[in-house]
């Protein structure tokens, strides 16, 4: 019981990573229907400016988050007007190749900037945790659930009761329409790719806060977010959030129960899991477990 | 050029490969030079156009998927890896560890194509069902699974670290990997290497571009288009779009096979994500539903770490040695994602998009508009 609670709350914190970087994914599908692997990039570049600030600059560790979050949002406002707008009513299938572009260029600077040394994020809550039931809570679960869950509720509510949110959700419904209602859809884009990368930022930051510190292969991290929003289905809000927790949770307790059930998956098992439950959730509902299939004009 | 050659009066000359006698004759003497430029380039450079070739046969098998029958595949990666590892299995030795039938080279390229194509074939099922980005997410998990496959099955593939060799070029007990005489001419490992790897992919191209312009071809140009409509034609999507996926998953194995044989030595963490998109890279800067495109494309972008390479001595803000803001190898990673959003923004087409504009003016001079 303990392991399973153990398992559990590391499968939570995971999940609120996957979260806040598949909510930016479903904010982007829904205003643009351009799906971002670019974002897992924005991630690693949020998190290394929340080290820099924290860290080589030296600024509190809460303004450190906001600034890097701004700076995160900065590039996400530079990626979508440099590189997305011009491609704007070319193929689905180009303008995703586009950002695996900026992937490349995003990723590769900052690979540089973060080098081989081990280099944390100035997180406060260090490393000590708390025992519930037997388990051990670490502050660093509790820090990562709790703004996930903040970040969530305060999206739903920005959604549903806002003008700005009302204005994207009109412009996901229909970009002409919108348009016709004096929406500037350019402006709405532009507010998605920034809410998509300071939520980037944050998540990077909380991947980048752990033992192993931030490195190239928190990329990784962000890549496993992909399968979440998969799950969830592309442009399903609650989707990106109930797919985040299923790939999270499923990724914990392989981690804690595969090498006992199922050792000859091998070593590191979890790590493909969330590909494992997406080719197992697309057999079943090709369009996700919340997405809404296409209707296909002939 | 004598005639009308623009005239078609038939079905048959208006697809065939080579319309004009122009044509036909400038590839053959355009293959003559490339085969002969053997003779006289030094090794680094044939051992680098050797791999441009391979890749092209990879690049070829991704246009067929990808540009010709729509279906976007970030899973070629995985199929090199398949092909590598088959054709490591097939052609090489057996040790106490790895697995290896020590087969000649012409069956083994063959049947590391089969092994990745039956591969493709049962992955492809899964995918029929999907559409667009859907099937993009598929295939990436598709890489990520791979390489946890090819890190586990350690008696085919080494292991992480250890690694495999690729399979030995051997025909009829002459080896292709070692430097040899023919008919009394000294012939060198990298030579040999880069006309096999010409060989390979003059049979593979003509065999694509047989497959474009046939009914299969004309089936995939329209699933692509629009699927439903395909349908509404008669055309079974399921058999086309499986079909799609074996053949261009058949000559990612081919390509995999012989991909390291130039180096010597397989990896089990080459087969990653950024290899994916390095062959889409290719496609897109080649031009997608193109093969001499595709060729282009891989050829342009295996050649341009060397460009890059040259062009350190006269940029300065490159790290030549070990100040400097970035590496070479950097800063052609930042080119190459660069090129692929540049072309995608002004040159949809790729490169064979710029030689058929640059043909077309030149067929009108003087007379254009």
């Known amino acids: 019981m303990t392991t399973f609670l153990q398992a559990t709350i590391a499968g939570l914190s ?85 950002t695996i572009g900026l992937d490349v260029v995003i990723r590769t600077p900052i690979n540089n900037l973060i080098g081989l040394d081990i280099r944390g ?35 739903f509510l920005f959604f549903r009761y806002t003008r700005v949110g009302l204005a994207m959700r009109a412009t996901a419904m229909d ?61 399903s809000i609650n989707g990106a959030v109930v797919g985040a927790l299923v790939v999270g949770l499923a990724e914990a307790y392989t981690a804690t129960y595969q090498s006992s059930v199922a050792p000859w998956l091998g070593s590191n098992f979890s790590q493909v899991v969330p590909y494992v439950v997406l080719l197992a959730v697309l057999l079943i509902r090709p369009y996700g477990l919340f997405g809404s299939a296409e209707v296909e004009r002939v | 050029m004598r005639g009308r050659p623009a005239l078609f009066t038939r079905y048959e000359s208006d697809s065939a490969m080579l319309p004009t006698t122009t044509q036909r004759v400038w590839l053959l003497v355009g293959l003559l030079v490339v085969a002969g430029a053997a003779v006289w380039l030094p090794r680094d450079w044939l051992i680098l156009i050797a791999t441009a070739f391979i890749a092209s046969v990879g690049v070829i098998g991704l246009n067929l998927v990808t540009g010709y029958a729509g279906q976007v595949s970030l899973g070629h990666a995985f199929f090199l890896g398949v092909g590598a590892y088959a054709g490591a299995a097939f052609g090489g030795e057996a040790t106490d560890k790895l697995v290896g ?16 194509a039956v591969i493709g074939a049962a992955i492809a099922p899964i995918a029929v069902r999907l559409r667009g980005l859907y099937l993009a997410f598929l295939t990436l998990g598709l890489v990520f699974l791979g390489e946890h496959v090819f890190r586990e099955w350690d008696s085919v593939t080494g292991g ?6 690729p399979g030995v070029l051997r025909l009829a007990g002459w080896r292709f990997d070692l430097d040899g005489e023919i008919a009394g001419y000294a012939v060198t490992r990298e030579q040999q290497i880069y006309w096999l790897a010409l060989i390979v992919l003059i049979i593979m191209a003509f065999a694509a571009k047989n497959i474009v312009r046939s009914r299969i071809g004309r089936a995939f140009a329209a699933v692509r288009d629009r699927d439903i409509a395909a349908e509404v034609m008669g055309i079974d999507l399921t058999r086309y779009k499986v079909l799609a996926f074996a053949v261009s998953s058949f000559y990612a194995g081919v390509a995999g096979s012989l991909l390291f044989t130039v180096t010597g030595f397989v990896n089990t963490n080459s087969f990653n994500l950024l290899l994916s998109f390095a062959y889409i890279a290719m496609v897109v800067i080649g031009g997608a539903a193109s093969i001499t495109g595709s060729i282009m494309g ?41 090129l692929i959003i540049g072309f995608l923004i002004f040159e949809p087409r790729g490169l064979n998009g710029i030689w058929m504009r640059i043909r077309n003016y030149w067929k009108a001079w003087p007379f254009s508009y």
């Open chain 2, 101 to 116: 039938f020590g087969l000649d080279v012409v069956l083994w390229i063959p049947l590391a194509g089969l092994v990745a």
């Open chain 1, 121 to 155: 994020v100035g997180s406060p809550w260090g490393f000590n945790s708390w025992t519930v039931g037997g388990a051990n809570l670490p502050h660093r679960s509790v820090a990562m659930i709790v703004t996930a869950l903040v970040i969530t509720v305060f999206l």
């Open chain 1, 175 to 235: 970009q002409e329409v919108a348009l016709a209602q004096g929406i500037n859809v350019g402006r709405i884009f532009a507010l998605a790719w920034m809410m998509a990368g300071a939520m980037a930022a944050v998540a990077g930051m909380f991947a980048a806060s752990d033992l192993a510190g931030l490195s190239a292969s928190t990329y990784i991290v962000g890549i496993k977010a992909l399968p979440a929003i998969v799950v969830g289905g592309l442009d």
């Open chain 2, 298 to 338: 891989a050829t342009f972008l295996t050649l341009l770490p060397r460009l890059i390479d040259g062009a350190g001595g006269v940029l300065p803000f490159l790290k030549v040695s070990s100040q400097g803001l970035l590496s070479t190898s950097q800063l052609e990673r930042i080119v190459f994602g660069a």
């Open chain 2, 160 to 165: 992480p670290g250890i690694g495999r060799k």
């Open chain 1, 14 to 98: 995971l999940a609120s990573i996957y979260a806040l970087l598949a909510l930016g994914f479903v904010i982007i599908y829904k205003a643009m229907q351009v799906v971002s692997f670019a974002h897992p990039a924005v991630m690693l570049f949020g998190a290394y400016m929340v080290s820099w600030f924290a860290v080589d600059v030296g600024v509190p560790f809460v303004l450190a988050v906001v600034l890097g979050a701004l700076a995160t949002a900065l590039l996400g406002y530079l990626s979508e007007r440099i590189a997305i707008r011009p491609m704007i009513g070319k193929p689905l299938f180009s303008i995703a190749i586009v």
